[in-house]
């Protein structure tokens, strides 16, 4: 009998609310990109540098091409992107840096990551916070009246991205979520919590 040491469990839970309302617009779990969050842990746990290669959760990108909306109303969903190290989002059309430590943070007291665990359970939890505060994205509507579900900044995608270089460009997308669309508009904030649930599966029994 072999006894395995562990497995690891990899779960995302994303609420996106109006911390001004309360207001709730999207609260399910997400998809992850297994290949790639497995480069990223492993870069990190052996502290790699950006120029080694980097792993660290960097930004989390948004984008309005995981959905369509035909004349009646109803909405056809795209799959997740979560095959492929080159996967992306259908249409970035915006990203805000969410790694506190970064000096491209312009705000981490509303960006910023926090690691949750309680002692003697085998999970920790990477809690993501972003807050997209009312005069962001430059060049959105007023108001959240828009009829075009097309429109830049009415979002129905998002997924955290992992810097794994210098360049801006070297980023890996390691979760993607696709949800009804939302509508980022002057006359709001909108809140992203996003939790990582990192579990570990110990002593399964091989015979």
Do not use: W
């Not at 990190?44 to 290669?53: E, H, I, K, V």
């Not at 056809?76 to 990203?95: I, K, M, R």
């Not at 009312?134 to 992992?162: H, I, K, M, R, W």
């Amino acid at each position: 009998m072999i006894i395995t040491p562990g497995l690891t469990k990899i779960e995302g839970f994303v609420k996106i609310h109006d911390p001004r309302t309360g207001e709730v617009l999207v609260d399910k779990k997400n998809a992850i990109h297994y290949e790639n969050i497995s480069i990223c842990m492993a870069r990190t746990l052996s502290n790699r540098t950006l120029a080694q290669g980097g792993g660290f959760i960097y930004d989390m990108a948004f984008g309005n091409g995981g959905s369509a909306v035909d004349p009646t109303g109803v909405i056809t969903y795209l799959p997740p992107n979560t095959v492929g190290t080159n996967a992306s989002l259908y249409n970035e059309t915006y990203a805000k840096v969410v790694d506190d430590n970064s000096a491209s943070n312009l705000d981490p007291s509303n960006n910023y990551m926090t690691v949750v665990h309680t002692s003697g359970q085998p999970y920790t939890d990477i809690i993501v916070t972003c807050l997209l505060d009312y005069g962001e994205p430059a060049g959105q509507q007023a108001f959240d009246n828009s009829t075009n579900f097309n429109g830049e900044y009415v979002f129905d995608e998002l997924g955290l991205q992992c810097k794994v270089g210098a360049d801006a460009g070297d980023l890996l997308l390691i979760t993607h979520v696709i949800f009804h669309p939302v509508q980022k508009s002057l006359n709001r904030q909108i809140q992203i919590d996003y939790t990582l649930r990192i579990q570990t599966l110990t002593n399964l029994s091989v015979a």
